[in-house]
C-alpha cells in the first residue's frame, strides 16, 4: 500500500463517521473541496461509490460500511501502538480524546486538566461537550462521562464526582402564584419545565423514590429544553418547575434564586464517572489523566 491511501482512508473515515463534509474537513485541518478531491480519487481508485451526497447529508454506501467496519479495528490498533510508544518518553505525551456534556467538560474536567496541563506540555487534549450519548468507540474518543448508572457493563469506569440527586425547583415568585407541590403527583397542576434529550427520543419522565416507591411522572409546561442550565434559567425567570441534577440547582437555591421542593422524593445516586474501554491499551498521559479526574472523598 502507498503512502498516499493511508491519508485517503484516513480521509473516508472521517467523512463517512461524521457524516458530513464541513465536519471532517475540521476535524482533519483541512478545506472541503481538498477532502472531497482525496475521496474521489479513493473512490475511482477502486472502482466504487463509498458515500451517497445529497445537499443535505453524507451516508456511507454498503461498499462504504463494509470498508469502514475494516478500517476502524486496523487505524485504532495503530493509535493504540503510537499512544504505546509514548511509554519510552521522559515525559507522557500524546493526544487524548475525551466526549462529555459541555457541564461536565466546564465544572468537572476543565477544572482538573487547569491545574494539570501546565507541567505537561506534550499532552494534547480534544474535549467535545455535547448533550447526546455517544459511542465512543466509533467516535474514536479516548473516553466518555455519564452517570455510573449508564455506563456499559464492558466498560471500566472510574468516578470523577460525588453522589448526585435530583432537585425540582422554581424561582419564589412563581410559588407566589402556585402553592408548592407536597407529591409528584401535584406537579399535574403545575407549569413545569421539560427535559428533551436526543438519547431519551422524547421527553424526560420526571424520577421519584420514597420509602422503596418509585414514581415516574409525565409532566406539562410550555417550555423544554436539552440543557440543564437552560432549566435552571427559565425556573428563575418564574416560568414554572425545573428537574435537574444538585450541582445545576444548589447555588441559585443558596442564593434564595430558587425554592426546592420534593427533596424527601429524591435520593442520591451514582454521579459523574469517565469510562474507556476494558481493552484499551492506557498511554501515560490518559493514565495521567484518569488519576487527575479520579474523585476522592
Given at each position: 500500500?502507498?503512502?498516499q491511501?493511508f491519508?485517503?482512508?484516513n480521509?473516508?473515515?472521517?467523512?463517512?463517521?461524521e457524516?458530513?463534509?464541513?465536519r471532517?474537513?475540521?476535524?482533519?485541518?483541512?478545506?472541503?473541496?481538498?477532502?472531497?478531491?482525496?475521496?474521489?480519487?479513493?473512490?475511482?481508485?477502486?472502482?466504487?461509490?463509498l458515500?451517497?451526497?445529497?445537499?443535505?447529508?453524507?451516508?456511507?454506501t454498503?461498499a462504504g460500511?463494509?470498508?469502514?467496519?475494516?478500517?476502524?479495528?486496523?487505524f485504532?490498533g495503530?493509535d493504540s501502538?503510537?499512544?504505546?510508544?509514548?511509554?519510552?518518553?521522559?515525559?507522557?505525551?500524546?493526544?487524548v480524546?475525551?466526549?462529555?456534556?459541555?457541564?461536565?467538560?466546564?465544572?468537572v474536567?476543565w477544572?482538573?486538566l487547569?491545574?494539570?496541563?501546565?507541567?505537561?506540555?506534550?499532552?494534547?487534549?480534544?474535549?467535545?461537550?455535547?448533550?447526546?450519548?455517544?459511542?465512543i468507540?466509533?467516535?474514536?474518543?479516548?473516553a466518555?462521562v455519564?452517570?455510573?448508572?449508564?455506563?456499559?457493563?464492558d466498560?471500566?469506569?472510574?468516578?470523577?464526582?460525588?453522589?448526585?440527586?435530583?432537585?425540582?425547583?422554581?424561582?419564589p415568585?412563581?410559588?407566589?402564584?402556585?402553592?408548592?407541590?407536597?407529591?409528584?403527583?401535584?406537579?399535574?397542576q403545575?407549569?413545569c419545565?421539560n427535559?428533551?434529550?436526543?438519547s431519551?427520543?422524547?421527553?424526560?419522565?420526571?424520577?421519584?423514590?420514597?420509602?422503596?416507591?418509585e414514581?415516574?411522572v409525565?409532566?406539562d409546561?410550555t417550555?423544554?429544553?436539552?440543557?440543564?442550565?437552560?432549566?435552571?434559567a427559565?425556573a428563575?425567570d418564574?416560568?414554572?418547575?425545573g428537574?435537574?441534577?444538585?450541582?445545576?440547582a444548589?447555588?441559585?437555591?443558596?442564593?434564595?434564586?430558587?425554592?426546592?421542593?420534593?427533596?424527601?422524593?429524591?435520593?442520591p445516586?451514582?454521579?459523574?464517572?469517565?469510562?474507556?474501554?476494558?481493552?484499551?491499551?492506557?498511554s501515560?498521559?490518559f493514565?495521567?489523566?484518569?488519576?487527575?479526574?479520579?474523585y476522592?472523598?
Open positions: 500500500m502507498r503512502r491511501d491519508g485517503e482512508l480521509a473516508f473515515m472521517a467523512v463517512a463517521e457524516r458530513s463534509f464541513t471532517a474537513a475540521a476535524k482533519l485541518g483541512t478545506s472541503q473541496s481538498t477532502l472531497s478531491q482525496t475521496l474521489q480519487r479513493l473512490e475511482a481508485r477502486l472502482g466504487l461509490r458515500v451517497t451526497r445529497t445537499t443535505r447529508s453524507v451516508a456511507p454498503e460500511e463494509r470498508l469502514l467496519e475494516t478500517l476502524r479495528p486496523a485504532d495503530i501502538q503510537l499512544a504505546a510508544l509514548t511509554r519510552l518518553r521522559d515525559k507522557p505525551a500524546g493526544v480524546r475525551i466526549n462529555a456534556t459541555e457541564h461536565v467538560a466546564e465544572t474536567i477544572p482538573a487547569r491545574r494539570l496541563l501546565p507541567d505537561y506540555p506534550d499532552i494534547e487534549i480534544e474535549l467535545t461537550g455535547q448533550s447526546a450519548l455517544t459511542d468507540v466509533a467516535g474514536r474518543y479516548d466518555g455519564r452517570l455510573g448508572e449508564l455506563v456499559d457493563k466498560m471500566i469506569a472510574v468516578r470523577i464526582g460525588p453522589p448526585l440527586r435530583m432537585m425540582a425547583v422554581a424561582s415568585s412563581y410559588f407566589a402564584r402556585s402553592p408548592p407541590p407536597r407529591t409528584p403527583h401535584d406537579l399535574a403545575h407549569a419545565i427535559l428533551r434529550l436526543p431519551l427520543g422524547g421527553l424526560y419522565a420526571w424520577e421519584f423514590e420514597k420509602d422503596g416507591r414514581l415516574r409525565r409532566v409546561g417550555l423544554a429544553f436539552n440543557e440543564g442550565r437552560m432549566i435552571v427559565a428563575i418564574g416560568f414554572g418547575i428537574y435537574v441534577t444538585n450541582d445545576y444548589e447555588q441559585p437555591v443558596a442564593e434564595g434564586r430558587l425554592i426546592a421542593v420534593l427533596q424527601d422524593w429524591s435520593p445516586f451514582a454521579g459523574y464517572h469517565l469510562y474507556y474501554p476494558s481493552r484499551r491499551q492506557l501515560p498521559a493514565t495521567l489523566i484518569v488519576e487527575a479526574l479520579r476522592r472523598d
